[in-house]
């Protein structure tokens, strides 16, 4: 197995279905591998790394192999169980998975689980194409300055892999994921300032969470403080948003569109 990822397919910007699309996969390292680049990405942006990260991807001392497709992980039954509910549960008493050590998950890509796993390890996930963390210097913060500018795609890559760990976070009990990547969606909709790729990540979170979703309520009070900001600096920054992926937000999004049109008659506050 090569020990490097695929590279990931551009997004095209021709429309707005194109920048909206879920870009594909990277298909994940080789286990025995760890991106030199994401791991001074974790040593920059973290006041300390995990003490577990040595064991990141590790064969010391590994009592569990993890399987998705071609692919498989050497973890500890002690690191994994005690940050998800699944995984304590199919390794607990007389279940198959328990005898064999070895648990075999075929409803969710390779991807999907690299990231998963590697948090129960790191506390953080890949959720930029791996190119991207290439750009990061030493003296980036990510919780403390924006990172280098990105392209909408690169942002809606994303978004579909934070919303997509959120939904993994809830499927496998894994309450320290779901917290990471709620927060993480709400920066990244705050630091886009209200331009195209605000839009474009609150679609896709519009798109993926119910009415009464915490995450929605959040991403719509951070538009509509957003919104609020531009109207206030005047029309000359109206420029900043495509009007196909504003007309996008609003007409998918009718309870939302009326409750902006509240906000700004004055007949409920922003936030």
Not at 86 to 95: I, N, S
Not at 240 to 255: C, K, Q, Y
């Amino acid at each position: 197995m090569s020990n490097d990822a695929n590279p990931t397919p551009e997004l095209s910007h021709n429309s707005t279905d194109d920048i909206l699309s879920p870009p594909p996969d990277e298909h994940p390292p080789s286990p025995l591998f760890f991106s030199p680049a994401f791991k001074a990405h974790l040593i920059n942006t973290k006041s300390q790394t995990t003490p577990l990260a040595d064991l990141w991807l590790s064969e010391e001392d590994s009592d569990l192999k993890v399987i998705c497709g071609d692919y498989s992980w050497p973890v500890h039954r002690s690191i994994v169980c005690s940050q998800s509910d699944f995984f304590r549960g199919a390794l607990r008493g007389d279940f198959k998975e328990a005898h064999e050590g070895r648990v075999v998950i075929t409803d969710e890509t390779p991807m999907n689980d690299h990231r998963l796993l590697s948090f129960f390890y790191l506390g953080d996930y890949e959720r930029y194409p791996s190119r991207f963390y290439e750009m990061c210097t030493s003296d980036d913060k990510y919780d403390e300055e924006r990172w280098p500018v990105t392209s909408v795609a690169d942002e809606s890559y994303a978004t579909r892999c934070t919303l997509e760990m959120r939904r993994i976070g809830d499927k496998y009990g894994c309450f320290g994921l779901l917290k990471e990547a709620e927060e993480q969606m709400t920066k990244m909709i705050t630091w886009a300032c209200l331009s195209d790729v605000s839009v474009t990540l609150a679609i896709q979170v519009f798109r993926a969470t119910g009415a009464d979703d915490c995450l929605r309520t959040a991403t719509e009070k951070v538009l509509f403080r957003l919104f609020k900001d531009i109207a206030e600096d005047g029309p000359h920054r109206a420029g900043e948003i495509r009007p196909d992926l504003l007309h996008a937000l609003l007409e998918e999004n009718n309870d939302f569109a009326m409750e902006l049109v509240r906000v700004f008659l004055g007949i409920v506050p922003a936030y």
